[in-house]
Structure formats: structure tokens, C-alpha cells
């Protein structure tokens, strides 16, 4: 079974916002994207809006929800005003990152086992509200169970160390790990996620060693490949790459 593609427009916004003008449009990029055959959006909304703007979120839940069955997903360090965009606007799947201000992108998973309480309460507050949550971890096999015990429905895996290296062995290593955490997720009966770094080149080794992956996040590497192919065309790829 082919895994999801929700495309991260980011990178788009982040273009965007380099001048004081309305182009490129994330709505009209995403549109283009759903149109093609994207499963979803992400967005990953941070304090600076260096990329995307709180302003954006609402405007991308309607357009997602012109295209049955596809899905909206906001990820976000789950801190008041997190929290309170994402009852704002109900996205499909709320996926909570540690994020740290200062980080130019997403570099490391939760410590569930440090933060247990906390992420329950979160966990079992937007779940009230109709949403998947999903936690962002390292490929550690153990974060599986523990994200099942703090309420969590999905965990998504930090592919980074994989997507990131060009050292073969780095890489092959750093596949055994995500597969490892992939199977314990499958074993502890809670969804599988992944997402960074991934490309056209070392998305297909990944998702065919793990069938039960059910949906990656893509955004820089699949944005540079638009610039190449157009996002129609890189998207359609994508959904190749993921087995589809």
C-alpha cells in the first residue's frame, strides 16, 4: 500500500516572504499540488512567521477541504498559541515537534518519557476536538510504546540522519534504525509517519521496507524539484516515489 504524500509549503512561504509582495501564492501553489495529486498539506507555523504566517493557516484549511479526502496537517512545538491556532482552525492531524525558536528547521523528536504528562494533556485535549495527533520522534524503537501511552495516535519518524547523509554506510545504518522504529509502531498498534530530508532518490528504499507507512511530509526537496519539473509534474513523482 502506497503511502500518503502531504506536501510542506514552507519553503514556498518562506520565498514569499523574502519581499514585501504577495508572490509566489502558497494558496495557489498548494492548489496546484492538491490538483495533481497530493493527499495533503503541512504547514509548520512558527513564532517568527519567517515562513508561514498565522494568516495563511486558515486560508489553506479551506482550500484543503474543496478536495475530498485530502488532509490538512499543522505541526508546531504545542505551546498556548499553537494550540489555540490549531482549535481555530481543526486540522485532520495536529503534529507536535520540539521545536526551539532558534532552529532553522526541525532537528530532533520529543523525550515522551520527559515530557509525559504534558503531552497527555495535550494529546487528550485536541483529540477532543476531532484531531489525529501525531508526535515527532527520533528512530528510537522505544518512542513507539510511549507515544501509545501519552494517547498518541501516530508517531512520525525523524528521518534527517538518513535523508541527510551522502555517506552509504551513514545512511544504510540510519535506514536499519527508522525500520526498527517503524516495526516496534506497527507493534505497539500506533500510525507511522515520516518525514525530512526525504527526496525522489532515498524516499522509495524507505518506504518499501516499511508497508506500514502510512503518510510522509515533504517540503524543501520536493519544492527545489518543483523548481525543475513544476509542482504538478514533481508531485506526480512523489506519489511514484511513494508507491502510488
Known sequence: MAA????????????RNRRNLPWPSVEAIARIALEAGAHGITVHPRPDERHIRRSDVPVLARLVRQFPG??????GNPDARFIELVESVR????????????????????????????LSDVIARLKSGGMRVSV?????????????EVGADRIEIYTGPYGGTADP???????????????????????????HDLTLVNLPPLVARLPNLAEVSIGHALTADALIHGMAETVRLYREACGG
Open 70 to 75: 485530502a488532509e490538512f496537517n499543522i505541526e
Open 169 to 195: 554506510a551513514v545512511r544504510a545504518r540510519e535506514l536499519e534504525r527508522i525500520v526498527a522504529t517503524g516495526k516496534a509502531a506497527r507493534d505497539a498498534g500506533i500510525g507511522l509517519n515520516a518525514g
Open 91 to 118: 486540522p485532520d492531524q495536529a503534529t507536535l515537534v520540539p521545536d526551539d525558536v532558534r532552529q532553522a528547521t526541525s532537528d530532533h523528536g520529543f523525550d515522551i518519557a520527559a515530557h509525559r504528562t504534558f
Open 136 to 148: 515527532f520522534v527520533e528512530a528510537e524503537p522505544e518512542r513507539a510504546a510511549e507515544a501509545r
Open 4 to 15: 500518503a504524500l502531504s506536501v510542506n509549503v514552507n519553503a514556498i512561504a518562506l520565498l
